[in-house]
């Protein structure tokens, strides 16, 4: 069966620092791969999708990036964290475009 | 694109009493309309999904209807029970484009024992 896992669980980072946020997934090959973010009490918010290795599509223009170094891994980054990218960050996976999506444990992101 | 409006955003109901969460989508071309259960700081998880050429699907106390004609599709849960205290989010899928679901903004469903 298919498992997506990330880390960390939890982090707590200042404004400025960097970010690097891991999703992984097993038992499945080439899936199509999501970010979102939660902001406390909201829904869900598309932030980037991939379809394959290298390729990118962002969906909201801000600080942040991912990348997709290998099939079933997916990264998100910035640079310089922000006081508004606190939140609950959640990675999904799909078999395809037609096909259900299912989320990762997540990871809960405060910026101080 | 796809626009989805969901209704109520906040569902308060006594134990054994029905829930009904609607949503409307805005375009024709969906076919795939997914509900999410999220419990308090956990993930989503796919409670129960339609595609466009039923009309109502059931699972034990969850049952999805679709009007396609008045594109709107609704979750009913029956005898509700306070472990179904959760946010719930809809969301549908169109043809065209990337085929990612559009997420409507979810309803906070509450059952008092």
């Known amino acids: 069966s298919q498992t997506i896992h990330q880390w960390p669980a939890t982090l707590v980072q200042p404004v400025g620092s960097p970010l690097s946020l891991e999703c992984t997934v097993e038992g499945t090959s080439n899936p199509n791969l999501y970010w979102y973010r939660q902001a406390a009490g909201r829904g869900l918010q598309l932030l980037f999708y991939s379809v394959g290795i290298g390729q990118i599509s962002s969906e909201v223009p801000q600080n942040l990036s991912a990348s997709r170094p290998q099939d079933r891994q997916f990264i998100l980054s910035s640079k310089k964290l922000l006081l508004s990218d606190s939140g609950f960050y959640l990675c999904?996976?799909?078999?395809?475009?037609?096909?259900?999506?299912?989320f990762g444990p997540g990871t809960r992101l405060t910026v101080t | 694109g796809e626009n989805v409006e969901q209704h109520p955003s906040t569902l308060s109901v006594q134990e054994g009493d029905s829930a009904v969460i609607k949503c409307t989508y805005s375009?024709?071309?969906?076919?795939?309309f997914p509900w999410y259960k999220q419990e308090l700081g956990k993930r989503p998880q796919l409670i129960i999904d339609i595609r466009s050429n039923v009309g109502e699907k059931k699972d034990q106390r969850i049952a999805v209807t679709l009007n396609k004609t008045a594109k709107h599709f609704s979750l009913h849960i029956t005898e509700t029970q306070p472990e179904d205290s959760a946010v719930y989010f809809c969301a549908a899928r169109y043809r065209g484009g990337s085929y990612i679901p559009t997420f409507g903004r979810g309803t906070s469903l509450i059952v008092h024992p």
């Open positions: 375009d024709s071309a969906s076919n795939y």
């Open positions: 999904a996976w799909s078999s395809g475009p037609f096909y259900e999506q299912y």
